[in-house]
């Protein structure tokens, strides 16, 4: 989908003291960035966009995602596993819930407010 990229995170440097897993180097110019714990269950987070470009990190669990894009129509389901990466463009509504308990590390190139000032409310899933 155009202004959605999903890879796995990768370990960039390992030794008999750590494993050093890189989640972004240089793809965008994080402002704000939150660890979501996210408890299992379909209660639905989003149904919202942001004019910005966002990145989410699945730490731990896994989720059933839904994202269209604005601009192009597109619309796609995606699950997200332990180890994925998204980055979103700005104009990418995204909805989506959690099959259990979650940590998320979730980072956005603009200060977040709150979901008055920095929410776009779109309905892409019920």
Excluded: C, P
Excluded at 39 to 50: A, F, R, S, T, Y
């Amino acid at each position: 989908m155009k202004g959605v990229i999903i890879k796995k995170a990768e370990i960039v440097s390992s030794d008999n003291r750590r494993d050093i897993i890189e989640i972004m180097n240089g793809q965008l110019g994080i402002r704000n960035l939150k660890v979501l714990k996210v408890k299992k269950g379909e209660l639905i987070l989003g149904n919202h966009w942001h004019t910005y470009s966002e990145v989410m990190y699945i730490l731990k669990g896994w989720g059933h995602y839904h994202m269209k894009n604005l601009d192009t129509n597109e619309y796609e389901e995606f699950d997200l596993k332990e180890g994925d990466i998204v980055f979103r463009t700005g104009r990418i509504v995204h909805a989506g819930y959690f099959i259990e308990d979650s940590i998320i590390i979730d980072g956005a190139t603009e200060t977040y407010l709150n979901t008055d000032f920095n929410d776009i409310k779109e309905v892409i899933m019920e």
